[in-house]
């Protein structure tokens, strides 16, 4: 093993939980100049390792350059008022930049080098250890909090599961928890025998095999024309001048307000789904390729589906379902009832079979050939039996943990 390469870790399920902070206005302008010192930090580190390869041939590690943060502390006096957990985290954002590079290079994509970050590319910092660099306090009314920063104190915040709004400007927490045994049993629901094929569309946000439909919102369209205004007033406004501020926050805030309603329909669509079916089958859609169309660029875009598949995924994951990822290909133009496959132009939303007569709803059909492509990925062929949690057919099954080894319970922290 070369010494770039290190041995592969153990994963361990985790939970992200995110809450909405209310730093007081000295507490705001530590942590606007907390980033500002962070970014020039990953910035050195990142000049550091190109000029080491450029100059001398020389790798540099994340332990080389962490053993290097107290010289630059002595310094540059000011960052010693940052934690020094904050600023190790920034030399391993930098490591992992790396990491993430070679192993582009080693699968033949397209590498992207680790570019330099202006100070408005960085807006997040990291507290990785709960009990010494950040601790939570449980508050009393209304779900209130307090979160302890080390070298900050404490700062209120609002203990809730879910945030409807955060409005540009405020502050937000995401707090990182390793799940237990007893933790992951309490999110399994009771067992469900009941299949469903999942084709996701335009039309139609998605189309069950059990003729059953999801309505597309259009939540971008909605607000095209409100955010059009928005952007137009934006442009006008003089460079540099506070009226163009507000103008940008109040486009920033639309764009906000979009990805918002979007989430929380996703988030509601997936429960229930999850709570209903014990066996979910979609398709292994690559939806940047999709992107590429402009005609139906913006509509695929304004559809989320990649959100839709990733929560899922993880949603599933969670309640002890199994999610299976099927082969699109031809999934619309073959008959669900015979197997007579014909090219069929999008715009016909019938699916006519010559061989067996079946007349039926394009996206109806799809669906059914899902359910069946996974049926048999699965190795079930339309029986239902007992989950087989192992088997990887083409696309992909989600791990179903029944008894999982117990882990303790640890947090980190960025916001």
Same mark, same amino acid.
């Given at each position: 093993?070369?010494?770039? @390469?290190?041995?592969?870790?153990?994963?361990?399920?985790?939970? !992200?939980?995110?809450?909405?902070? &209310?730093?007081?206005?000295?507490?705001?302008?530590? #942590?606007?100049?907390?980033?500002?010192?962070?970014?020039?930090?990953?910035?050195?580190?990142?000049?550091?390792?190109?000029?080491?390869?450029?100059?001398?041939?020389?790798?540099?590690?994340?332990? /080389?350059?962490?053993? %290097?943060?107290?010289?630059?502390?002595?310094?540059?006096?000011?960052?010693?008022?940052?934690?020094?957990?904050?600023?190790?985290?920034?030399?391993?954002?930098? /490591?992992?930049?790396?990491?993430?590079?070679?192993?582009?290079?080693? %699968?033949?994509?397209?590498?992207?080098?680790?570019?330099?970050?202006?100070?408005?590319?960085?807006?997040?910092? !990291?507290?990785?250890?709960?009990? +010494?660099?950040? *601790?939570?306090?449980?508050?009393?009314?209304?779900?209130?909090?307090?979160?302890?920063?080390?070298?900050?104190?404490?700062?209120?915040?609002?203990?809730?599961?879910?945030?409807?709004?955060?409005?540009?400007?405020?502050?937000?927490? *995401?707090?990182?928890?390793?799940?237990? @045994?007893?933790?992951?049993?309490?999110?399994?629901?009771?067992?469900?025998?009941?299949?469903?094929?999942? /084709?996701?569309? $335009?039309?139609?946000?998605?189309?069950?095999?059990?003729? %059953?439909?999801?309505? *597309?919102?259009?939540?971008?369209?909605?607000?095209?024309?409100?955010?059009?205004?928005?952007?137009?007033?934006?442009?006008?406004?003089?460079?540099?001048?506070?009226?163009?501020?507000? =103008?940008?926050?109040?486009?920033?805030?639309?764009?906000?307000?979009?990805? +918002?309603?979007?989430?929380?329909?996703?988030?509601?669509?997936?429960?229930?789904?999850?709570?209903?079916?014990?066996? #979910?089958?979609?398709?292994?859609?690559?939806?940047?390729?999709?992107?590429?169309?402009?005609?139906?660029? =913006?509509?695929?875009?304004?559809?989320?589906?990649?959100?839709?598949? !990733?929560?899922?995924?993880?949603?599933?994951?969670?309640?002890?379902?199994?999610?299976?990822?099927?082969?699109?290909? &031809?999934?619309?133009?073959?008959?669900s009832a015979c197997g007579h496959r014909q090219p069929i132009p999008l715009s016909v939303r019938v699916y006519e079979c010559p061989t067996c007569g079946l007349v039926?709803?394009? /996206?109806? +059909?799809?669906?059914?050939?899902? $359910?069946?492509?996974?049926?048999?990925?699965?190795?079930?062929?339309?029986?239902?039996?007992? @989950?087989?949690?192992?088997?990887?057919?083409?696309?992909?099954?989600?791990?179903?943990?029944?008894?999982?080894?117990?882990?303790?319970?640890?947090?980190?922290?960025?916001?």
């Amino acid at each position: 093993m070369s010494k770039r @390469e290190k041995p592969p870790k153990e994963k361990k399920p985790t939970k !992200t939980y995110q809450f909405r902070l &209310y730093p007081t206005h000295k507490q705001e302008r530590t #942590l606007e100049r907390w980033l500002v010192l962070c970014c020039e930090v990953y910035n050195a580190a990142l000049d550091e390792r190109k000029s080491a390869y450029r100059m001398a041939g020389v790798s540099r590690s994340y332990e /080389d350059q962490c053993a %290097e943060v107290p010289g630059c502390k002595a310094a540059r006096p000011d960052l010693a008022e940052v934690p020094s957990q904050v600023l190790q985290d920034v030399v391993k954002r930098v /490591d992992l930049a790396f990491e993430s590079f070679f192993q582009r290079v080693k %699968e033949g994509q397209k590498p992207g080098y680790p570019r330099f970050k202006s100070r408005f590319r960085y807006h997040s910092l !990291t507290f990785k250890q709960f009990g +010494n660099s950040f *601790n939570v306090l449980a508050g009393g009314k209304n779900n209130r909090g307090v979160l302890v920063l080390a070298k900050l104190g404490q700062v209120k915040m609002v203990m809730h599961r879910a945030i409807k709004r955060t409005p540009t400007g405020k502050w937000l927490v *995401n707090i990182t928890v390793e799940l237990c @045994e007893k933790e992951l049993q309490e999110k399994q629901l009771p067992p469900s025998h009941e299949a469903v094929g999942i /084709d996701v569309g $335009l039309k139609t946000f998605a189309y069950l095999s059990t003729k %059953e439909e999801i309505a *597309n919102p259009r939540f971008f369209r909605e607000e095209e024309s409100a955010l059009s205004r928005a952007q137009r007033k934006l442009s006008q406004a003089l460079k540099g001048s506070k009226e163009r501020e507000k =103008k940008r926050k109040i486009v920033a805030r639309t764009h906000e307000r979009i990805a +918002n309603r979007r989430k929380n329909f996703i988030e509601q669509e997936v429960c229930k789904l999850v709570a209903r079916f014990g066996f #979910l089958a979609v398709e292994a859609l690559v939806v940047r390729n999709l992107v590429k169309n402009p005609k139906l660029a =913006k509509s695929i875009a304004d559809a989320s589906w990649s959100q839709f598949f !990733t929560r899922l995924l993880c949603k599933a994951e969670e309640a002890g379902r199994v999610v299976v990822k099927v082969n699109p290909a &031809y999934t619309s133009q073959t008959c669900s009832a015979c197997g007579h496959r014909q090219p069929i132009p999008l715009s016909v939303r019938v699916y006519e079979c010559p061989t067996c007569g079946l007349v039926i709803h394009r /996206d109806h +059909n799809g669906s059914k050939n899902i $359910l069946a492509d996974a049926y048999q990925a699965v190795g079930r062929h339309s029986r239902v039996i007992p @989950e087989a949690p192992g088997l990887e057919p083409w696309g992909v099954v989600t791990n179903t943990r029944a008894h999982p080894s117990h882990r303790s319970s640890t947090a980190s922290e960025t916001f």
